[in-house]
Each structure stands twice: as C-alpha cells, then as structure tokens.
C-alpha cells in the first residue's frame, strides 16, 4: 500500500456557508486499491469536502486532479462518468419510480429502441445487478414508495455497482443497514479494492473505521488534524484528534439500578401492526425503556404506534388517564413527542429554517390571538438552539444545510421547547458522532431526573443496555425477553432473544 499509486489529489480545499467556514485549506490523498477514511465530529468538513469531490457542490477554492490530470466536475452525473460515484447518508432515490429504474436513473437511453423504453430488459439487468452485490428479495418493479428505507439504500448500492466506478465514496451509509445490509456493502468495498480501485468511507463507528479502513483522515471544525496509518490506530488516538481531547470510553449512565416511578404514563394493549403482534407494556414516569432487535423485528413500529403515527390492525395505544393515543394530534396534546430514526422524512422540514423547525410544535404557545410576534419566536428558537448549541450560521439557515449531529439537535429543541413528558426516541445517535452522543445520553439522564419518560428504540446494544432501567427484546413482531437494569447484563443475553 505504501508504494500505490496516488489516484486522486486534493489541495487547499475551502468553502464557506455564510459565516461559517466548512473547509479550511484541506488537503486529501486516495492511493489506488485503499479505503480512506475520514473521521471527524459532525461539522468538521467530511460530507462538505466528499460532495464536492462527488460534483454535488463546487469549492470556493482548491485544486483537484484525478489520475494526474484537473479535475472539476460540474455534477454528480459528470463525476461518475469520470469514475467517482457517491453514496449519501441521506435518501437518494425516487419515490415514484421502481427499483429498476432508480439503479439505471440517469442511464435510460442505453434501453432505448427506437424511441421506446424497453422496460423488460431493464428489469433483466437490474435484476442482474442486484444479485452480483448478494442483494436477494428485492423485486425491480416495486416502486420505492413501498421500500423500507434499507431497501432504498441497497438499491442505492445497487445504482453505484452498475457504473463500475474507480473510486466509490460511502458517507455515513452503513447506519441505515442492518447487519446483512452491511455484509453486501463490506463484499462490495473487498471486490473493489481487489481491482485496484479505491473507497473513500465516512463513519461515526470508530471500531468499523478500524477494521474497514487501511488509513484514517481526521478532520475538526474544517481544519485537516492527521492522516493515520493501520499500524498506528488507536481508539484513544482517534477520539483525541477528533474531539481535541480526551474522551471517557464510557459515556453511558454510571448507575447499575432500575430506578422509577410506579405511575404508568402509557400503555400499549394488545397492540398489533403490520410488524407487531399482541404486544403489551408500560412505560413509568421517569423511566428509560429501552428496546432491541433485529433489522426485521417491529422494534421500529414501537414509537410510530405509541404516536400514533401507523394503524393499529387491533389494541391500543393509551395514557395515564386511560384515553386512547389515535393520532400525532393526540399524541401532542398529551406532551409525547417522537423523532423518528429517518429523521430527515420523519422528524424535520429539511427545506425549511432552522427557525420554522423548531417553533412548529409550539405555535399555540407563541400565538397571542392566533397571531404569531415575530420577536417572540426568534427569541424562543434562539433560546433552544443554544441551550442545545447547534452549530448555525442563524436560525434562518436551512435544516438541509446542517451536519446529521445538528439536524438532531434541532429535532431535540423542537419538543424540549414544546415542553414533552414523554419522549420516544428511535436510534436518538445515528450517525452522530461521539460528541453529540455523549451529550444527548446527558441530556437524556436529564430528562429522566426531571421525570420525562423515554422510550428508547435502539440498534445499537451497547447504547440500549447503558441508558435503559428495562430493556424489551422483539423478535419477529413479538416479545421475546425482559430485562432490567443490572451490572452484569451483556449482549449476548439480549442476542439470545432476537435469533
């Protein structure tokens, strides 16, 4: 590896939002056959510096060559015809379109005859695709609308295999698969670099960025830190060049007890979903009730029936005073608040200010006579966005401007302002970096000391076993085990009862 060829260079990489400067000079070496990594905090410059060498934005200065020659795509069409394809965190694919198309979306002329889209052939290679990659079960002709977000995400991959690219850039997507979704994406990162060709990977999973990747890249605040070899990685090294100091390994809660009221403040009874089948629990004031799966299990169908966000095929979802949760509706006006795991779709305007995100669920608190005062709202919002210190130019940038660590935060001050009791929280620290994760578990023991109750619906272990006083494992649409609070309590108890 030390003596590969250098395929793509970077130097002086600057861009500015505003006030805000992203990148601050950035330099970036990719070797032919490698996976880089870049590491950093949410704001410190990865998807910002990533997108432009993908053609989704252009630098404000900076020169880029490509196998030795200038390098400018114009877009993120210009760069894969050059051989750079990007796989974003967020959605990237078309609702109204089948899977078929969306792998080919850009690309439909090579089906073309005659002026006609020969449909048929289409489905025939995608289908094709889809099995190189180990992608089995997918149907090309569903429409994405009908896609769970993984799904939407392989067929992502899917998109990215059938240009064969020389460098692929992977930012932040292996948070949206489950275990076997992971697999695919590793095979197809082994496969390339077999060929010589070359990845750069964004994660926050520092043990994955360890194992996956053959140099890390740290950067912080935009500035470029150090670029760190195999042989020389260190998770303490890491999180220290991230953070620019120290970071406690555990930073989940220090105490071992199950400790809450016994006043129930919401009930699911008898509760079925599509996912769901006959499921039945309680939620304390002042409890974190945690819950783990597999991928598959109906774990995620837990907070969007406690909302009120899906039909229920029978049961019900009720608060403490015995009155039914039938819609989003009720659900607020009962002080439940959710952020769902697909925050961008579910939990925030991403075309909208910062400002309008987080006063929606609190207009009727602001209004004096339904009329809203300007002053009023700027000063609650800016009031929230700092207690929660969300990097921003202003309250007026918009959401889709801001990292992943600061779009939560944003969803966080919407319903803390709106002051919630009860919270449901679906994978809370998605790709989140270490920094935010440790001050949403804070803020998190914070709520709880207050007498907020959590439900917290987690893919992550660790996270589940740290922050919760019960812990319900779901296996297939049903409950499969119990736990409470304890010292001694480990994964592979909570694996026992998914498999």
Same mark, same amino acid.
């Given at each position: 590896m030390e003596n590969a060829k250098i395929i793509l260079t970077a130097e002086n990489m600057?861009?500015?939002?505003?006030?805000?400067?992203?990148?601050?000079?950035?330099?970036?070496?990719?070797?032919?056959?490698?996976?880089?990594?870049?590491?950093?905090?949410?704001?410190?410059?990865?998807?910002?510096?990533?997108?432009?060498?993908?053609?989704?934005?252009?630098?404000?200065?900076?020169?880029?060559?490509?196998?030795?020659?200038?390098?400018?795509?114009?877009?993120?069409?210009?760069?894969?015809?050059?051989?750079?394809?990007?796989?974003?965190?967020?959605?990237?694919?078309?609702?109204?379109?089948?899977?078929?198309?969306?792998?080919?979306?850009?690309?439909?002329?090579?089906?073309?005859?005659?002026?006609i889209l020969d449909i048929k052939r289409m489905n025939r290679e995608a289908e094709d695709i889809l099995k190189s990659i180990g992608i089995t079960g997918l149907e090309v002709k569903k429409k994405i609308a009908e896609c769970s977000f993984e799904e939407g995400k392989l067929v992502e991959l899917a998109r990215a295999a059938s240009t064969d690219p020389q460098i692929l850039i992977v930012d932040e997507t292996t948070t949206a698969l489950s275990q076997n979704g992971r697999n695919i994406l590793y095979r197809m990162m082994e496969k390339m670099k077999r060929e010589n060709k070359s990845i750069i990977f964004i994660s926050h999973d520092i043990d994955e960025m360890m194992e996956k990747c053959d140099r890390l890249m740290v950067l912080r605040d935009g500035d470029y830190i150090d670029t760190i070899g195999r042989g020389d990685f260190s998770a303490a090294r890491i999180k220290k060049l991230m953070v620019g100091r120290e970071i406690a390994d555990n930073y989940y809660r220090e105490d071992h007890t199950c400790s809450y009221d016994k006043e129930v403040v919401l009930k699911l009874e008898e509760?079925?979903?599509?996912?769901?089948?006959?499921?039945?629990?309680?939620?304390?004031?002042? $409890?974190?009730? !945690?819950?783990?799966?597999?991928?598959?299990?109906?774990?995620?169908?837990? +907070?969007?029936? &406690?909302?009120?966000? /899906?039909?229920?095929?029978?049961?019900?979802?009720?608060?403490?005073?015995?009155?039914?949760v039938k819609n989003p509706q009720a659900a607020m006006h009962k002080k439940i608040a959710y952020i769902g795991k697909n925050r961008d779709q579910e939990s925030l305007f991403i075309n909208s200010p910062i400002k309008d995100n987080i006063s929606v669920a609190s207009l009727k608190k602001l209004s004096k006579n339904t009329f809203i005062p300007p002053r009023k709202e700027r000063e609650f919002v800016l009031e929230w966005a700092e207690r929660l210190e969300v990097k921003m130019q202003d309250?007026?940038?918009?959401?889709? $401007?801001?990292? !992943?660590?600061?779009?939560?935060?944003?969803?966080?001050?919407?319903?803390? +302002?709106?002051? &919630?009791?009860?919270? /449901?929280?679906?994978?809370?620290?998605?790709?989140?970096?270490?920094?935010?994760?440790?001050?949403?578990?804070?803020?998190?023991?914070?709520?709880?000391?207050?007498?907020?109750?959590?439900?917290?619906?987690?893919?992550?272990?660790?996270?589940?076993?740290?922050?919760?006083?019960?812990?319900?494992?779901?296996?297939?649409?049903?409950?499969?085990?119990?736990?409470?609070?304890?010292?001694?309590?480990?994964?592979?108890?909570?694996?026992n009862c998914m498999v």
């Open positions: 600057t861009k500015s939002f505003g006030i805000t400067r992203a990148l601050k000079g950035v330099p970036l070496q990719l070797k032919s056959g490698e996976v880089l990594g870049l590491i950093g905090e949410n704001g410190s410059g990865k998807s910002t510096l990533t997108s432009i060498i993908a053609g989704i934005q252009p630098a404000d200065a900076g020169e880029i060559r490509l196998n030795g020659a200038p390098y400018g795509a114009q877009s993120s069409v210009e760069a894969c015809r050059q051989g750079i394809c990007m796989i974003l965190q967020e959605k990237a694919t078309f609702d109204h379109l089948s899977v078929a198309q969306n792998i080919f979306v850009g690309d439909e002329k090579r089906f073309g005859r005659f002026g509760v079925s979903t599509e996912h769901l089948h006959n499921i039945n629990l309680e939620l304390h004031r002042g $409890e974190i009730l !945690g819950f783990s799966g597999l991928a598959d299990s109906g774990m995620h169908d837990i +907070g969007k029936a &406690a909302f009120g966000a /899906i039909r229920l095929s029978s049961g019900r979802v009720c608060d403490k005073d015995g009155e039914t309250i007026d940038q918009y959401v889709m $401007e801001l990292s !992943g660590g600061n779009k939560q935060k944003v969803a966080l001050a919407k319903w803390l +302002g709106f002051g &919630a009791d009860i919270f /449901i929280l679906d994978c809370p620290t998605r790709g989140i970096d270490i920094g935010v994760k440790a001050s949403i578990y804070r803020l998190m023991e914070n709520l709880k000391a207050q007498g907020k109750s959590i439900l917290l619906i987690s893919e992550e272990m660790p996270e589940v076993i740290g922050m919760s006083d019960r812990i319900i494992v779901l296996k297939d649409g049903v409950q499969s085990g119990e736990f409470e609070r304890d010292e001694t309590l480990s994964e592979h108890a909570l694996i």
